[in-house]
């Protein structure tokens, strides 16, 4: 006997989320034998997005039984039976979830007629259920609610039993249960020695090509998050589907897991990577020498391959900056940019400017050169001593006016005052102003963990 389930939730992961809405249709084989449905009330706000989508309201659910008033009736209908649903991990998980809440320990085998479809009826445009039941000419005329969807569920369901001449179903159920919630090329050892610690961890596809990095406070249990879920679009299925290895680095602390993330997704550039890799400083302060000898100051977009003088975020903020620099060195506007007409220079000399050559380069440069050593002063150098892997050593990473320098482990003897010793024992790694920011902003909320130097 098969149970198929759909249930409507508040989000997407179950420890967090409540169920809005079930229902479930008891399929012999054959036909479908009995239906039970109805509304729960979560106990918490529906998000406003998960209305629009469902139409299920706070007041339609305000009067409906708490899940522990139908979770007897729930149970015994799934008892016993094999779990069936569309992308069968998601209402599982939901399901077994809040029936462990109130004292039910749910055990059955389940089936995902989302990889079903892909195997039994190969080659189709999309296995979401809503397309998938289009393609096949199943009607759903409450689409996105629990009982449409269970139905369209129980008429896709006969359709793959009638169709399943190889036997995926059956050969789907020999498998083990704690597995299916794996992608299908991805080991089970993979998962059984991943740490419970924080630390960064690799998804790699058949290739052994790194496609995906992740950063966690847990690894293993952020690394199992990632498969489960209601996605079942086609983006998320081809990202499962190149699952095929998973690596992984402990980290002292998830400060330096997160600064470890930075660095290896520009390293590596993982397909499945996006929100890090756009990351770039958009506007920079450079400083160059002209024909005639004079060092200039100008704002410009940030490019990867030349030294900065100071990075920042807006244009609006490096202009601040640079006219805050010819205030108080007293710079020539023209020479700096800012003004950028033929009158006469509005800067602190006039027509004794180094523009109209009045002034000397080496005089002018001597501002200048005050003027950059004014920003870098200015920029602090400091070291995070933490937590490292084990009790025997320290995590530590190193700002160094105001770049990120680099991180690594010393001994917990190791004293932390010798910028040129820690170096020593630290990695180097190329930096950016996400990493600056995040080891600025941890520092700020645990100055105790701050190593200052002069």
């Known amino acids: ?74 149970y015994h209908l799934l008892h016993g039976k094999i779990f069936v649903a569309h992308n069968v991990n998601f209402d599982h998980s939901f399901v077994r979830h809040h029936l462990a809440s109130v004292g ?87 998962i059984e020695k991943l740490p419970m610690l924080p630390g960064v961890y690799y998804f790699h596809d058949e290739k052994g090509k790194v496609i995906y990095v992740g950063k966690a406070k847990n690894i293993k249990k952020r690394v199992c998050s990632h498969f489960t879920g209601n996605n079942t679009g086609q983006q998320r299925q081809e990202f499962m589907r190149n699952i095929h290895h998973i690596t992984f680095q402990e980290c002292g602390t998830e400060l330096i897991a997160f600064v470890l993330e930075a660095v290896e997704i520009k390293r590596l550039w993982p397909k499945y990577n996006r929100s890090l890799k756009r990351f770039e400083q958009s506007y920079a302060l450079y400083d160059y020498i002209d024909q005639r000898g004079y060092v200039r100051l100008a704002v410009d977009k940030h490019h990867k391959f030349q030294l900065p003088v100071y990075t920042c975020n807006t ?26 007409n033929n009158a006469e220079c509005i800067g602190a000399h006039k027509e004794n400017c180094a523009c109209t050559g009045s002034m000397s380069p080496d005089e002018y440069n001597q501002r200048v050169t005050l003027a950059i050593e004014s ?80």
């Open 1 to 74: 006997m098969y149970a198929i389930v759909d249930i409507e939730t508040t989000g997407g992961h179950a420890s967090a989320n409540g169920i809005t809405e079930i229902a479930i249709c008891i399929h012999n084989g054959k036909k479908v034998i009995e239906r039970y449905e109805t509304l729960v009330n979560p106990q918490r706000d529906i998000p406003i997005y998960i209305r629009a989508l469902t139409g299920i309201s706070n007041e339609m659910v305000s009067d409906a039984p708490l899940f522990k008033d139908v979770a007897h009736d729930i």
């Open 104 to 190: 039910y320990d749910l055990q059955c085998n389940k089936l995902c007629t989302v990889r079903l479809g892909r195997k039994i009826l190969p080659g189709l445009p999309s296995y979401s259920l809503g397309k998938l039941c289009h393609h096949l000419g199943i009607e759903n005329g409450n689409r996105h609610r629990a009982g449409g969807d269970a139905e369209a569920t129980a008429k896709l369901f006969t359709l793959l039993l009638q169709s399943d001449k190889e036997n995926h179903i059956i050969k789907a159920l020999k498998q083990n249960s704690k597995e299916q919630v794996l992608p299908p090329n991805l080991p089970k050892a993979d």
């Open 315 to 340: 244009l609006f903020e490096g202009y601040s900056l640079l006219n805050k620099l010819i205030d108080t060195f007293e710079l020539c506007p023209k020479l700096c940019f800012i003004q950028k």
């Open 375 to 454: 920003l870098n002063e200015a920029l602090p150098t400091f070291a995070i001593r933490d937590e490292g892997r084990n009790a025997d050593e320290h995590s530590c990473i190193l700002i160094e006016k105001g770049r990120f320098y680099g991180m690594g482990y010393v001994s917990h003897h190791f004293k932390v005052d010798d910028m040129q010793q820690l170096k020593q024992h630290l990695t180097a790694y190329p930096g950016n102003d996400y990493i600056r920011n995040i080891v600025t902003g941890y520092a700020s909320k645990f100055p105790e963990r701050k190593v200052m130097f002069a």
